[in-house]
């Protein structure tokens, strides 16, 4: 079963407007973290935002948000005023337990592309 | 600024040559470092788990003999692709861990574009 699903292959977003990418989890481990990358064109992993599976308010970075629905088991990022610079592939993924040594699992990935 | 590297950034070799990628923590010891696959429009596979001063720990359906991981120091660990071949060409890329008092954050390294001709 897959542990990490991103539904939204591709999407496209009008410039300035914001956006959510979906992404749910299945875990029965009550430790886990949840994090965002963004992959640009050039392939560097860029770490957008973290989610504590403990923490009690969803994570905020600048203009990224992680809207974290524990019983839903989703962790959607929103993207507020969204940028051309935007467009690249975004990638969630989880991992289990709290030891240092636990794998990180990745979703499929959604590509967005922000239009000007 | 960077804190993870790795070299090459790019690598092009014939069919049976072995290439050896490094991985370099620059900013914190990392006592476990994650290397990935990613081949095109596809997600990051995890590879293998290198573990300083032990045995890597590989994913189910990644030969170990064929990818060969050593992290013989905190700040360094090195993936060889033994005898590579066409279908190994792909993105490899590693990771580090990081955590703060309530944050964690995995490091990537900049990646490694393979290849085999």
């Known amino acids: 079963a897959q542990k990490i699903t991103q539904t939204q292959p591709g999407m496209f977003v009008q410039e300035k407007e914001a956006v959510t990418l979906d992404c749910t989890y299945d875990?029965?481990?009550?430790?886990?973290?949840l994090f965002w990358y963004k992959q640009p064109s050039s392939g560097e992993m860029i770490f957008l935002i973290y989610?504590?599976?403990?923490?009690?308010q969803n994570a905020t970075e600048g203009r990224y948000s992680l809207n974290f629905q524990k019983a839903r088991k989703s962790a959607n990022l929103v993207i507020s005023a969204s940028q051309l610079g935007d467009s690249a592939m975004y990638f969630c993924?989880?991992?289990?337990?709290?030891?240092?040594?636990?794998?990180?699992?990745f979703g499929s990935g959604t590509r967005l592309s922000i239009r000007p | 600024g960077a804190v993870v590297s790795q070299h090459p950034s790019w690598v092009i070799c014939k069919s049976g040559t072995s290439v050896k990628i490094e991985c370099r923590s620059l900013?914190?010891?990392?006592?476990?470092m994650f290397w990935y696959r990613q081949f095109p429009k596809q997600s990051l596979m995890l590879m293998a788990t290198?573990?300083?001063?032990?045995?890597?720990?590989?994913e189910q359906g990644v030969e170990k003999d064929k990818f060969l991981i050593n992290h013989a120091s905190l700040t360094l660990s090195t993936l060889t692709v033994t005898s590579a071949h066409p279908e190994d060409s792909s993105f490899y890329i590693c990771?580090?861990?990081?955590?703060?008092?309530?944050?964690?954050?995995?490091?990537f390294g900049p990646g490694t574009r393979l290849l085999v001709l």
């Open positions: 990771s580090q861990e990081k955590r703060g008092n309530r944050q964690e954050t995995q490091y």
């Open positions: 989610q504590g599976s403990y923490d009690q």
């Open positions: 875990t029965s481990d009550p430790s886990y973290g």
């Open positions: 900013d914190f010891q990392a006592t476990t």
């Open positions: 290198s573990n300083e001063g032990s045995k890597a720990t590989y």
């Open positions: 993924a989880m991992r289990e337990g709290i030891d240092s040594a636990s794998k990180i699992i």
